[in-house]
């Protein structure tokens, strides 16, 4: 079964600077699909940025950037420029093919200091 | 476009009541939909995958006839709580998947049930 971890429970950043959040995955699938989400205090599940594995290019989307090596199976999150509204709760997810669940890491809390 | 709709998103019972929650996708067909229940400060944890027409798929460890799924049409899923327990308070958020699409879901705002 493919299982999503993501080793830091809390992290930090202050406002304007950069910060990037791991992930990793397990799979034997080579086609696959990986995604952030936030969820902010609302319970909202936004999405942040996805990947498609198949795709070499790291993802990017304004302020957010992935990098992603599949060899590896890491896919990490950079925030730039980080913004007291990124403060939330982000689950880096993978989901193999259409029609099956996403399947969520346990999750980083993102604080932001002013 | 591809919102989902979840309704109620608050609700407070009594114990032994049943609870149905709605999980409408408003401007595009649902082939299948997840239901996933989170507890307070952890991950989603998905229950259920329902395919429109067909019997829900559980979990393992999800009571089927406790946590009853239908989803009748390719715009609606509804999960049903039934004889609620206050164990069964948590979050409960349903996600849908589009026939043609880029492998991302799309998630309703979620229903806070709380059982007394």
């Known amino acids: 079964a493919q299982t999503v971890t993501q080793s830091q429970p809390e992290m930090s950043v202050q406002e304007a600077e950069t910060v990037t959040l791991s992930c990793t995955y397990d799979t034997s699938e080579s086609d696959y699909y990986l995604f952030w989400y936030k969820q902010p205090p609302s319970r909202q599940m936004i999405l942040v940025i996805r990947q498609e594995a198949y795709k070499q290019q790291n993802a990017t989307e304004n302020r957010f950037s992935v990098n992603f090596q599949k060899a590896a199976k890491s896919f990490s999150l950079k925030i730039s420029d980080s913004q007291l509204g990124d403060a939330a709760m982000y689950f880096c997810?993978?989901?193999?093919?259409?029609?099956?669940?996403?399947?969520f890491g346990k999750g980083t809390r993102l604080s932001v200091i002013a | 476009g591809a919102v989902v709709s979840q309704h109620p998103s608050w609700v407070i019972c009594k114990s032994g009541t049943s609870v149905k929650i709605e999980c409408r996708s408003l401007?595009?067909?649902?082939?299948?939909m997840f239901w996933y229940r989170q507890f307070p400060k952890q991950s989603l944890m998905l229950m259920a995958t329902?395919?429109?027409?067909?019997?829900?798929?559980?979990e393992q460890g999800v009571e089927k006839d406790k946590f009853l799924i239908n989803h009748a049409s390719l715009t609606l899923s509804t999960l049903t709580v039934t004889s609620a327990h206050p164990e069964d308070s948590s979050f409960y958020i349903c996600?849908?998947?589009?026939?043609?699409?880029?492998?991302?879901?799309?998630f309703g705002e979620g229903s806070r049930l709380t059982v007394l």
């Open positions: 401007d595009f067909q649902a082939t299948t």
């Open positions: 997810a993978y989901r193999s093919a259409r029609n099956t669940p996403l399947v």
């Open positions: 329902s395919n429109e027409g067909s019997k829900a798929t559980y």
């Open positions: 996600s849908a998947d589009q026939r043609v699409g880029s492998g991302e879901l799309f």
